[in-house]
């Protein structure tokens, strides 16, 4: 074999040998990048059930906690009420509609309920003559499928819902009655968070065993008003170029809410 033939094959042995570790490395950083993408997406679905959580704490009780357990007994043992919005619409002595809100309190249920799922109410949409409902109780409903119909000036129409879900109450409305814009006909549940979710865990951060969010609620004054402040964030990311003095707040550790503004936003949306 000469010269020529051996430095080819030597340069050929390198080029083999290059493209390989090339490919190793490659696909070793977009392995670490999935990893890292499917832990924050953990990380993130726990901080939208902390976040669901402490708004309806805070709806009931007037203020955030930052008492782990106490918002895991909120969740588990807490009550929730259900209120209904409706409006009327009248016509005043000189020809202009004057609309008049009204909220009812139609009972109570389990704050896990209201925190798990996802309740949407079907009301009904215009004032008319209500015909008949199209979904049954217990079914499964699409956005966009139909739901009731209502005759209006004279016409039948069909609305849909707005909404995913299982129909899980109708009330009874029997056909021919008349409605009101706002007339609660329908109730949907739809499932948001895992129900048996561990609550023993809710502090902790997914991924470590020994980890807890950091939580702060606060009360503050903000020009003589008396606001609700919260913050809770993974004081570790699992991707190590997230810092607190990045530029951009969708690079910091992922958090939501603010401690010193009104917001609830998360840094990841």
């Not at 895991?72 to 009420?81: C, L, R, S, V």
């Not at 009731?148 to 819902?161: A, D, I, M, P, R």
Request: proline fraction near 3%; glycine fraction near 6%; aromatic fraction near 10%.
């Amino acid at each position: 074999m000469n010269v020529t033939k051996i430095v080819s094959l030597i340069l050929f042995i390198c080029s083999v040998s290059l493209a390989v570790y090339l490919t190793r490395d490659i696909k070793t950083e977009i392995d670490a990048k999935e990893r890292i993408a499917s832990q924050e997406a953990a990380v993130i679905y726990k901080l939208q059930l902390i976040r669901e959580a402490e708004t309806a704490y805070q709806e009931v009780n007037g203020k955030y906690t930052s008492d782990w357990d106490k918002l895991a007994d909120f969740i588990k043992n807490g009550q929730f009420p259900i209120i209904e919005r409706k409006e009327e619409i009248f016509t005043l002595a000189y020809g202009a509609d004057s609309t008049v809100v009204t909220y009812d309190t139609l009972g109570m249920i389990p704050a896990k309920e209201r925190i798990f799922y996802e309740t949407h109410n079907v009301t009904a949409a215009n004032h008319g003559i209500f015909v008949k409902f199209v979904a049954k109780l217990g079914d499964q409903v699409t956005k966009n499928s139909s739901a009731y119909v209502l005759k209006q000036e004279g016409k039948n129409s069909t609305h849909k819902f707005r909404d995913n879900g299982e129909v899980v109450r109708i009330e009874d409305v029997k056909p021919g009655q008349e409605l009101s814009k706002g007339d609660l006909l329908m109730s949907l549940k739809e499932t948001r968070f895992n129900p048996n979710t561990d609550l023993s865990k809710l502090a902790y951060v997914p991924g470590y065993e020994d980890v807890k969010f950091e939580i702060y609620a606060a009360q503050l004054d903000k020009s003589g008003t008396s606001v609700n402040v919260i913050e809770v964030k993974n004081p570790k990311p699992f991707d190590e170029t997230r810092t607190e003095d990045a530029d951009s707040k969708n690079r910091r550790p992922l958090r939501f809410g603010s401690r010193t503004d009104v917001t609830t936003s998360g840094n990841w949306e």
